[in-house]
């Protein structure tokens, strides 16, 4: 059985001379947090090492500091820098009614309610007060050129639906699929 991957942070610099790092997280606290004293992986792509996060600090609003099991000095945790944290998919904790990881919803094909495709979701918007779903799709444009010639042009077209029960109607995980209300300003 092929085991699936999960990044739930990237570590971006080195934090004194023990072998700290510092990460930033794509979790939210308590999940990044949950995985103190357990096994990780570290790496990019098929290149993955596993190593156990023996300490989980929080150093500012948007980053922690880290310290890796076997990673004891800077030089050592240099190597690592730019990678990414990882996690098996069954590791990550469960998530309750109407809340979702992103890793899930990226990626998911977004149709209105009467069938049609509006695109693909390509990033997600924390606002605070609710997600923003960034929804981009290809349309093509006729345009004339000179010599009675025509060609297709496809631009990338963007759509921001608020993570709301009045504009999303269905999220289907298994198919990868959500279904929203057609906005008056699409």
């Known amino acids: 059985m092929k ?5 739930i942070g990237k570590i971006f610099t080195t934090f004194g001379l023990k072998g700290c790092v510092k990460v930033y997280p ?9 995985f103190k004293g357990k096994e990780i992986w570290v ?10 996060m ?3 600090k ?4 948007k980053s922690y500091l880290v310290k890796l099991d076997g990673f004891d000095t800077i030089d050592k945790s240099r190597k690592i820098v730019g990678k990414a944290i990882c996690v ?6 469960p998530v309750g009614n109407d809340e979702y990881y992103f890793y899930q919803v990226i990626g998911m094909r ?10 693909v979701v390509k990033d997600i918007i924390q606002t605070g007060a609710n ?7 290809e349309s093509s444009v006729e345009t004339s050129l000179p010599f009675s010639q025509s060609r297709q042009e496809s631009q990338d077209e963007e759509i921001l639906i608020p993570s709301v029960k009045d504009y999303v109607l269905d999220m289907d995980f298994e198919n990868s699929r959500m279904i929203v209300k057609r906005m008056e300003w699409y």
């Open 3 to 7: 085991k699936e991957f999960i990044e």
């Open 26 to 34: 794509y979790s939210d606290d308590r999940t990044f947090e949950s």
């Open 43 to 52: 790496g990019t792509g098929q290149i993955l090492i596993n190593v156990k």
């Open 54 to 56: 023996k300490d989980v």
């Open 58 to 61: 929080r150093a500012n609003k």
């Open 88 to 93: 098996e998919e069954k590791e990550l904790p």
């Open 110 to 119: 977004v149709y209105d309610e009467s069938s049609n495709l509006l695109g």
């Open 131 to 137: 997600d923003v779903f960034v929804v981009r799709g």
